[in-house]
């Protein structure tokens, strides 16, 4: 069964550094989202892109995140300047009914 | 605003019983999907069951079966024969169906369920 994969499954960065976080979604799917799960909490949403554009995105999701589908294969978020509080764990997904997730990034910030 | 609530942030089960993990949401809108996934130590986001609110019929899916209430958004799940392997952080999701484009969830904030050999 096709699945979206996420790599890499564990990212530790330094406080201001640029990260970047990739996915490859399902090959036919056409919507993708990150969502973001901090340690403890619910899963929240970020960002959803479609037709090659974000379609929605949260108040989380501010100038410091972008998103891309370089290669119409991958997807990526990109953190600009990490912050502490950007610690979590980041989940990739794809389609629509349902939307089927990755196995997610553990994203650690020191 | 759609909101998802989740009241028993712990459940535990005896393995072969069954249990029941509630979940309600608060919306406006008539027409929208409901989903329960379900998430082991290993922190993947596993689909469990889904529910489009225009079909009055219960979803199952083997051991798993929802209880659906629309008048009261409620939107319970039902784990039968439980097994070691059902133990995990179980999510209740929402999302609209109508809305063209991408259609983000909106998640419960979670029930651990525990299962005792």
């Known amino acids: 069964e096709p699945e979206v994969t996420q790599t890499p499954s564990h990212q530790v960065t330094q406080m201001g550094q640029e990260v970047i976080l990739r996915c490859v979604p399902i090959?036919?799917?056409?919507?993708f989202y990150w969502y973001r799960q901090i340690l403890g909490q619910k899963v929240e949403f970020l960002v959803s892109?479609?037709?090659?554009?974000?379609?929605?995105k949260s108040e989380i999701f501010d100038d410091q995140f972008s998103v891309e589908r370089p290669d119409g294969s991958n997807f990526t978020l990109k953190i600009r300047s990490t912050k502490l509080e950007d610690s979590a764990m980041y989940f990739c997904?794809?389609?629509?009914?349902?939307?089927?997730f990755g196995d997610g990034t553990r994203l650690s910030i020191l | 605003a759609q909101t998802v609530t989740q009241s028993q942030p712990e459940m535990s089960v005896q393995e072969a019983e069954t249990v029941t993990l509630s979940c309600t949401y608060d919306?406006?809108?008539?027409?929208?999907?409901l989903f329960w996934y379900k998430q082991p130590p290993s922190r993947q986001m596993i689909l469990v069951i889904r529910?489009?609110?225009?079909?009055?019929q219960n979803a199952t899916e083997n051991r798993f079966s929802v209880n659906f209430q629309k008048a009261a958004k409620s939107f319970s799940l039902k784990i039968s024969d439980s097994q070691l392997g059902d133990a995990a952080m179980y999510f209740c999701?929402?999302?609209?169906?109508?809305?063209?484009?991408?259609?983000?969830?909106?998640f419960g904030t979670g029930t651990r369920l525990t299962v005792i050999p």
């Open positions: 997904a794809s389609g629509d009914q349902p939307q089927h």
């Open positions: 090959s036919n799917h056409l919507y």
């Open positions: 892109f479609y037709n090659n554009e974000i379609s929605e």
């Open positions: 919306t406006s809108e008539s027409d929208y999907y």
């Open positions: 529910q489009e609110a225009y079909k009055q």
């Open positions: 999701a929402y999302r609209i169906s109508y809305q063209t484009g991408a259609n983000n969830l909106f």
